[in-house]
């Protein structure tokens, strides 16, 4: 069984960084993709950037330059990170982590991931 668990975030002011932590177990194929997103209120939930197990990265246009995904494979766990930078108030949301088994190019839609966390929050204040 596949479990996802997100670790990291808070409350932090505007220009700050907070750094995110996504730990999947239970993965049992090679080809796998990793991926985080975000919903604020009354927003859809949105890709805001996404690893696959090639290496392969994907970010949302509003988080170029800002936000850094990385993962690593150690404990027998994958475990993906985001370092975010330079926030912003509009990056305030609760932001899942999900993981899915997919080779190829990386997918970048929530309907593309099959296993989720629970959510945290990351509040940016102005």
């Known amino acids: 069984e596949v479990h996802v668990a997100e670790f990291g975030g808070g409350l932090v002011q505007a220009g700050g960084s907070l750094r995110l932590s996504c730990v999947v177990s239970?993965?049992?194929?090679?080809?796998?993709?990793i991926g985080w997103f975000r919903q604020a209120p009354e927003k859809e939930r949105e890709g805001v950037s996404c690893?696959?197990?090639?290496?392969?990265?994907?970010?949302a246009d509003s988080v170029k330059g800002r936000f850094t995904i990385s993962s690593d494979n150690a404990n027998h766990k994958n475990t993906a990170y985001l370092e975010m930078s330079s926030l912003k108030p509009e990056d305030t949301a609760v932001y899942y982590c999900?993981?899915?088994?997919?080779?190829?190019?990386?997918?970048?839609?929530?309907?593309?991931?099959?296993?989720w966390g629970q959510g945290t929050q990351v509040t940016v204040s102005s």
């Open positions: 239970g993965l049992t194929f090679d080809d796998y993709a």
């Open positions: 690893i696959n197990s090639n290496g392969g990265t994907y970010y």
């Open positions: 999900a993981a899915t088994y997919r080779g190829g190019a990386v997918p970048t839609t929530r309907y593309e991931y099959d296993y």
